[in-house]
T-cell receptor
Framework: KNQVEQSPQSLIILEGKNCTLQ??????????LRWYKQDTGRGPVSLTIMTFSENTKSNGRYTATLDADTKQSSLHITASQLSDSASYICVVRITSGTYKYIFGTGTRLKVLA | EPEVTQTPSHQVTQMGQEVILRCVPISNHLYFYWYRQILGQKVEFLVS????????KSEIFDDQFSVERPDGSNFTLKIRSTKLEDSAMYFC????????????FGEGSRLTVL
């Protein structure tokens, strides 16, 4: 069954600290993996997209890694800010031929001053 | 910056009533989607739409749901006879390409069925 699992479910950190969020997937065949940020009550906003051949991709203070062999991805946030408080969702796409994305349950991050 | 817009932001309806949620995708995008998120749960795919027809739908998208692109700019989701379990946030999304294109989401329409 195609699934995307994320950990931890929730995380509280102090402003300025770094954190790493994890995503494990069993989706096959794999096309690409995306990390989205979702503020409460808002639509998800894309942070990064990674294909099978990419290992690391950065977007400002966000760095995503992908290990396609172990089917794991991580999102590292550097020097966290209060505005980073949100849910971070890992989304995996099944390979071409379908428009379906498999969403993870998300990690709810709270950054405290 | 172009964005996907959705209306209404919140709708309250009685069980059994028909509801239409509206979306204006980004103008040069060709692929359109509806997703829903029940409170506290993950985002779920409902349907994708391309070239004026449904390209894929999930098991959630049963006969009570329909989508339409009535005028070349709006993209609507209709729920014919709402049930309590239809209460959720409904997100519209669009993308330039279908297979690898980045999804751009709207702010969502919160539907509450009483």
């Amino acid at each position: 069954k195609n699934q995307v699992e994320q950990s931890p479910q929730s995380l509280i950190i102090l402003e300025g600290k770094n954190c790493t969020l994890q995503c494990n997937y069993t989706v096959s065949p794999f096309s690409n993996l995306r990390w989205y940020k979702q503020d409460t009550g808002r639509g998800p906003v894309s942070l990064t997209i990674m294909t099978f051949s990419e290992n690391t991709k950065s977007n400002g203070r966000y760095t995503a890694t992908l290990d396609a062999d172990t089917k794991q991805s991580s999102l590292h946030i550097t020097a966290s800010q209060l505005s980073d408080s949100a849910s971070y969702i890992c989304v995996v796409r099944i390979t071409s031929g379908t428009y379906k994305y498999i969403f993870g349950t998300g990690t709810r991050l709270k950054v405290l001053a | 910056e172009p964005e996907v817009t959705q209306t209404p932001s919140h709708q309250v309806t009685q069980m059994g009533q028909e509801v239409i949620l509206r979306c204006v995708p980004i103008s040069n995008h060709l692929y359109f989607y509806w997703y829903r998120q029940i409170l506290g749960q993950k985002v779920e795919f409902l349907v994708s739409f391309y070239n004026n027809e449904i390209s894929e739908k999930s098991e959630i998208f049963d006969d009570q749901f329909s989508v339409e692109r009535p005028d070349g700019s709006n993209f609507t989701l209709k729920i014919r006879s709402t049930k309590l379990e239809d209460s959720a946030m409904y997100f519209c999304a669009s993308s330039i390409t279908g297979f690898s294109g980045e999804l751009f989401f709207g702010e969502g329409s919160r539907l509450t069925v009483l």
